[in-house]
């Protein structure tokens, strides 16, 4: 069984304090002392759903809400997007695939590679062709089963390029007609099946924790003595958290229609990195996401600080949570945009 902390935990503070010991007495005078496991159950519900409940006769409390959701969501986002990150496999060591992708008798002039993408490169020299080298990768690669597309001619020029792709590695091929005849392999890990439902995942976590943290705000700032300072605050917060929020949503967007399915380039979180002048990272090319998350962090902190100017002194209400289910007597009205609660037992 529950105990009556825990039963009252279910509530948000603001009533456990004020109507605490009220939902106790109704519940037992309406059970005979004796609550079943379902009576238990309705007043947890209803706890529930009072955190998600607006202050009345405060119409800027749904924009507060609303918003405080959307940030949720937003950091849902990121967190999912950073973890499905993580689950990209690691790539081979470039090395050991310059004989699979250019011959036994290659020597490249670059070997670079890290977790998420290599690069090898070969200088041919203007003697040798480019078409024909690029065709014979081709050949080379769909013998030993990878996976090819068609070699494409960019433009009219004398550049021959196509797509591999073995097991988690996707590779480019590209020959260039520039001086010494250099073909490039660019290589990345493929998109593994978990991200997607992580960033979602993400999402709807963020969603549904941001409107009852949201509700608790807009219940806070309603009846608070320090409103104006507290809108301030509360104010400068969302103008700074509103950038990264709305980058992480369009990146989103852009994944879910642009997705080529394979790299870590073009990941949710990466939208971060897409902040005006003066928040982005000027000295990092690409642009480094972690300006967006100190912004986003920074705003969130601001509006977690608006909730800590409205919070004010109430005369009479230092009962916890734990004498209230001893039964100690409440005396208050509910405050102004606060509602008692609606007790769900019968």
Known sequence: MLSSTMLLAAYPARLRRRHGAELLTTLAEMTDGRPTRADRLRLVVDGVRERFRLPARWPLGALVAAFVMLAGGAVGLAVGS??????????????????????ASARPDVLEGDRFSLAITERLGTATPIEPEVRAIHQRLAAAGWDV?????????????????????RVSIEGYPDENHPVAVLGYPVRPASYLPLVLGGLLVGLIAGWPVGAALAHRLAATRHLVPALVVAALGAVLAVVP?????????????????????????????????????????????????RTLLLGLALIALAATVALRPRPGEAETATATAAGGGLSQEPGPGEAGPATAVG
């Not at 950073?82 to 011959?103: D, K, N, R, S, W």
């Not at 591999?164 to 590695?169: E, F, N, P, T």
């Not at 005006?276 to 090319?285: A, E, I, N, V």
């Open 82 to 103: 950073f973890a499905g990150e993580q689950a990209h496999p690691a790539l081979p060591a470039p090395a050991t695939l310059v004989p699979q992708i250019l011959g």
């Open 149 to 169: 597309t068609a070699i494409d001619q960019h433009r009219d020029l004398d550049q021959w390029g196509f797509w591999a792709q073995s097991g988690d590695l």
């Open 245 to 293: 929020v709305g980058r992480l949503y369009q990146g989103l967007v852009l994944f879910l229609t642009d997705d080529d399915g394979f790299g870590v380039g073009a990941l949710v979180h990466n939208a971060l990195a897409w902040m005006p002048w003066p928040l982005r990272d000027t000295s990092q090319f690409p642009d480094s996401p972690w300006p967006g998350v």
